[in-house]
Structures are given as structure tokens and as C-alpha cells.
């Protein structure tokens, strides 16, 4: 039983379906997928070998967002949205149950929590609790590289939480009734970090933290537990993923439950879906083309012309001699050539991405018409004297020092802090934070800004 977790920064951008197809887990849980369900696609909602089920924020477009993908294998019991049970449809079943005391929340709270997306609880049969994802919180000094002063690190209320909540050998007895399987196998492992911030680059330096968590329950743990990894090599997020195996083998259920995306109305019954791409092809016409560049090689023949008095976009866009060519816009004119095929919108698509490959940027000039592209073409042609000419009358600012133990030049920052210094700007080592002893990381360097920089 392979877990994963991955809070993926946005599933369009990220890893796609090739992408979660490639980690291989019998249930990979991702966060911060970003989506709402007008956003979902189809190659995102259905990976092959799986099934899926998704909580989104019903509150914010493209914010937070959680799904888990069950190998066809693992197949859950039930699965329902949220923590609180006020997501699950009534009379459609699928609900997972055991919401533990609520009775701290007002539903308004919870209904606000739940609507966030994020979380999405399924049920497998194993009787035991996994609990996995970004919990937003580095539990000891060794999950983080700036713990600070060890006093107020370990006062911080989701630290405590998490100290009460997490089982430690000779701890309190009673106390805990979760392990984290990371440490569990790794206890005394340093720099075992999970999220980086990106605008530092600190991700080179693994100048991190340790933020996500595959908590299983002691029993499980204690017994089943033969693997447990952080994988900072795989990229495409500010976290990486992270995933435990278990001895314990899934018995997967006959049927999905009803959240599952193969159930929403817009991808029940792909395979309709699939007609969009086929174009109906009218007797004759035919059709071969190798490649981008096939130049000669090409041919298109079309199976009707446009009925008489109907006019021919190419009457829009009749071309003089000796006018602008260049860029890529162009393409969109040259398509006017084109008589379109009036019965298969797809073939007509097909054409026009044929053609824009083989013309390239040999366009037919146009009269009238100069596409935006063009005239920002234009623009840079006399942007360069332009910008040439400004640079003699304002020289502009003079290069930042370099740093003395890189000897690379530093970056210009701000004073952010209240104080008698806010708003001055400094130059600091432009590489980023990371251990002392790492040369990739930054050094020391400080210099205040001379006036005349800021
Ligand atoms: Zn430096």
C-alpha cells in the first residue's frame, strides 16, 4: 500500500496526468489543486487507472482545492467532501460518517471551513485512519531551517496541538493516538524538508521546511509501516512530495463512490466526449501530410467549395504588394486563403494548424488589416534609438556592488520593518539563504544604499 502526499501548487500548471500516473501511489492525495469545477478538465479528472475525488473552494476562484486519486485497485468504500459532514448529499449516500465532536464549531463555521476545499475523506477497507496532506505546520526545531528560539518555536498553538495529537515512544501514556511514519523511520534525520520558498531560490540551498505528513494510526503504524520518504527531486511545486508504504494490501470496493468524477454529468461517458476530435470526412477528400515542414509533400483537398454568392473570407483580406511581413500573426490572416469546409468545423481547425506550420513566417502580405503583433513589431524597431537616446540623458542608476565572497553582484532590497529605517534600501548577496558552511547559499554581505540608488 503505496501513500502519497503532494500539495502541488496548481494542477494544471503541475504535474498533469502523466505526471501522478509516474509516482505511482495506490492513493495519491494533492493540495492546493486550484481548481474549481468549471475549471476541471477532462484528462485532469480522469487518469487512467484511477479514480478521483475533489473538494473545491466554493468561495475563491483558483484558490486552495484538495483531490485524492484512488488506484482502480484501491477503489474506496465512500468518499464525501470536507470534515464536517454538511457537504454530503443527502439521499445520494457515499458518506464516510465519524465527524468526532463538533460541538466546538457553530455550522456556520463549519460550513465556511468545509467550503474552503480542503479536505476529501474516503474509505477503504483496512479499519485503521491515515491522515495525510500540508498541514501548514513544521512540528519539531529539526523540520525547519530557522527554528529560532526553541521556547517560542514549541509554544506555537499548531505545535502544541500537533505535540498532543502525535504518539512519541516513552511519551505520556494515553497520549497520541498518531505517528508520523516520516520520523517514525527517520528520527534524528536533518535538512528532511518539504517546501521551499521560491522567490529566494532557497529550494537550491534545501534551505526548507517540513510541512507535509502522512500520519497513520499507532496500531497501523507500529506494525504495517516499511517505508516512509520525502522526494525533493521531483519538481513542478514549492513542495515536493512525500509518501509511506504499508505492508496491508487494499480490497478495493465493486462500485465508485457517488463523488467521484466519473460520476459528474460533464465526464460521465467519455467516450461521447471523444467525438469532439473526430472529423467527419466526405468521400474523396483526402488527406496526407508528414510532419510540420512537409512542404511539397502536402496535400489538402477539400470536399466542398462555399455555395455561389457566398463570399470568400479571402475578399476581407486582399492583398497588396510590398507591405509588412514578418512574426507569426500572420498566420491567422493566412487562413482566409482558405475556403472553409463548411460541414466539419474540426477539419477546419486541423487545417488551419497545417497551415500555419507549413507557411511559418512566409505570409502572404496583407492591406488594411496589421495585426497587433505586427505593430509591436514596428514598435521595437524604434524603441531600440529610442531607448539608446534616454540612455545619454538618464544614465540611470550605477550597478549594484558585488559581494566579497562571491564576488557576484548583489541584489537591492527594502526595509519593510516599522522603524527608523523603513523604506531605506540596502544591498544584500544576491544567492540564496541556505546553511553558512554552503557556498551555494548567501553570504553576509550588507551595504546601505547611497541615495542616489534608492
Ligand atoms: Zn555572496
Redesign the pocket.
Known sequence: MRLLSWNVAGLRAGPGPAGLGALGGDVICLQETRVTRDLLEEPLAMVDGYNSYFSFCRTRSGYSGVATFCKDSATPLAAEEGLSGLLAQPGKGGAVGCYGDLGAFTPQELKALDSEGRAVITHHRIRHVVILGDINTSHRPIDHCEPGDPEAFREHPGRRWLDGFLWVQDGPPGQGLFIDTFRLLHPSQPYAFTCWRIDTGARLTNHGTRLDYILADRALALAELRDARILPEVPGSDHCPVLAELAATFLPAHHCPPLCTRHMPEFAGTQQKLSRFLVRVERGASMTCQGAGAGRGCSIRRGRRPPRGQRDLLSYFRAAQGQLRTGTAPNALGQSRQEPAQDAPGHRTQEMAHDAARQGGQQEPCNGLVPRELMMGQAVGTQASCTAHWRTVLPGPAPPPC?L??R?PCALRTVRKPGPNRGRRFYV?A?PPGRPSDPRA??D?FRWASKGCS
Do not use: I, N, Y
Open positions: 559581494c565572497a562571491h557576484q548577496c544567492l548567501c553570504c554581505f
